[in-house]
């Protein structure tokens, strides 16, 4: 199972393009990497997902190099409602008995 | 859209006392997770199913148990509460197989939590 190991907290200022960083190593053939993000008080909601090179949606853009052993979310141009916590999880997206595994999560804190 | 609904946001037990959490999902998912979040240490599996009457422990099933009677519903019990387990509980759920899918249609979908407190 792939472990995700990302920085516990980001500051940034509105306007500004923050890129937050996931490692996974020991990621497997079959897996992809989603980004969820979690407001206080509610459940983490889908962000993005992709397995290799660059997705990007109305919401995020999702980098991941050839060797898959990280990936960057990147959020443009901040807002104050952005401020949340962003966890990245590693996973494959077939069968039963997966045991999906979240890390600690990124607290992203955006300021005016 | 897919709705998954836990039926307590707020539960105040006592040390000792059994609870039950109860998470019910309308989209004929095979799959359902049950997470603990605490400070610092982001979610963490308790446990999961991927059919009716199967279970598998997540990563911290200790004091917890489960129940999956019915394809739907997923229940976290907690035989005697400690003041240890006061957390916010997440269930989530997932179809057993998945397209990738720019819009999330296919990925892990979360409840609203239950924020349990054990005096």
């Not at chain 2, 998470?23 to 009716?52: A, K, T």
């Not at chain 2, 759920?93 to 609203?112: E, I, K, Y």
Request: proline share 3%; charged share 20%.
């Amino acid at each position: 199972l792939a472990k995700t190991t990302q920085p516990i907290s980001m500051d940034s200022y509105e306007g500004q393009e923050v890129n937050i960083t996931c490692s996974h190593n020991n990621i497997a053939t079959n897996d992809y990497i989603t980004w969820y993000q979690q407001f206080p008080s509610q459940g983490p909601r889908f962000i993005i997902q992709g397995y290799k090179t660059k997705v990007t949606n109305e919401v995020a853009s999702l980098f991941i190099p050839a060797d898959r052993k990280s990936s960057t979310l990147s959020l443009p141009r901040v807002s104050l409602s952005d401020t949340a916590v962003y966890y990245c999880l590693v996973g494959t997206l077939t069968g039963g008995g997966n045991k999906l595994t979240f890390g600690t999560g990124t607290q992203l804190k955006v300021e005016l | 859209d897919v709705k998954v609904t836990q039926s307590s946001r707020y539960l105040v037990k006592r040390t000792g006392e059994k609870v039950f959490l109860e998470c019910v999902q309308d989209m004929d998912h095979e799959n359902m997770f049950w997470y603990r979040q605490d400070p610092g240490l982001g979610l963490r599996l308790i446990y999961f199913s991927y059919d009716v009457k199967m279970k598998e422990k997540g990563d911290i099933p200790e004091g917890y148990s489960v129940s999956r009677e019915k394809k739907e519903r997923f229940s976290l019990i907690l035989e005697s509460a400690s003041t240890n387990q006061t957390s916010m509980y997440l269930c989530a759920s997932r179809p057993l197989r998945l397209r990738a899918s720019l819009s999330g249609a296919n990925v892990l979908t979360f409840g609203a939590g239950s924020r349990l407190t054990v005096l």
